[in-house]
Every structure is written in C-alpha cells, then in structure tokens.
C-alpha cells in the first residue's frame, strides 16, 4: 500500500515537473479570520506587499502551466505576523493542494486562489 502511494506520489511529482509554467503579474489569495468567520479575498501584483489584519504578506512570484492562469497556479510568498514580529510563512503555496505547504498560524488561514495576468 505504501509502494503504491509513493509510486503514485512519484508519477504525479514527474508528469508535473515535465509540464511548462509561466510567470504571472499577480495573485488572488483568500484569507480566513478564524476567530470572526471572515473570508477575505486578497489581490496584489508581483512584488507587492498587502495587509491582512495583523499579517503582512509578500508576493514573490506566482507562476501556473502555460496557457492555464486560472489552474493549478503556485504561489512564492512571504508572511510576518506584525504582532509577534516574525515570519509566519515563508515558501510556496499551491493552489490545487493547500494542505501541501500551509501557514500555521492560531487566527489565519491564507492559500492561493489564481494567478492573475493582467
């Protein structure tokens, strides 16, 4: 059963190393307050840094496959918790699999929706 799962892990990593990406202006991220129920939908462009209550996310870099904006877009982001002062996240995120590379943190949640071209 485990050969398995990591024969199949192995297929997928490799079909998706082979497929061609490109580097996109900007992004869409949602934000989750967990303690109000507030979702947020976030849009910034490449370089720029947003506020989101008490973080303070950067976007290094959002890419996706050729010709496909809007699937399986990734996103290399930086996060600082500006109340305790440090770097919460720091990596990228995935948007067809959230729990692969998430920020833990008590009171968000933050993933990558799409990558915008324009």
């Keep these: 059963m485990i050969l398995r799962l990591a024969l199949a892990i192995a297929v997928v990593a490799s079909a998706a ?3 061609q990406v490109s580097e996109a202006d ?4 949602r934000g ?13 462009k490449s370089g720029q840094t947003a506020v989101f209550d008490q973080l ?5 870099s959002c890419r996706y496959p050729v010709g496909n904006p ?11 918790d500006t109340g305790r002062g440090e770097t ?11 729990a692969l590379s998430a920020m833990d943190h008590a009171r968000y949640d933050l993933w990558v929706m799409r990558c915008t071209t324009s």
Aim: charged share 15%; aromatic share 8%; net charge negative.
């Design 70 to 80: 809007s699937g399986d877009a990734f996103a290399g982001l930086q996060v600082v």
């Design 32 to 44: 989750l307050d967990k303690i109000s129920g507030q979702v947020y939908d976030i849009e910034m």
């Design 17 to 19: 190393s082979a497929q």
């Design 88 to 98: 919460v996240f720091s990596g990228w995120m995935v948007a067809s699999a959230p």
């Design 56 to 60: 303070r996310i950067t976007l290094n």
């Design 26 to 29: 900007g992004v869409v991220l």
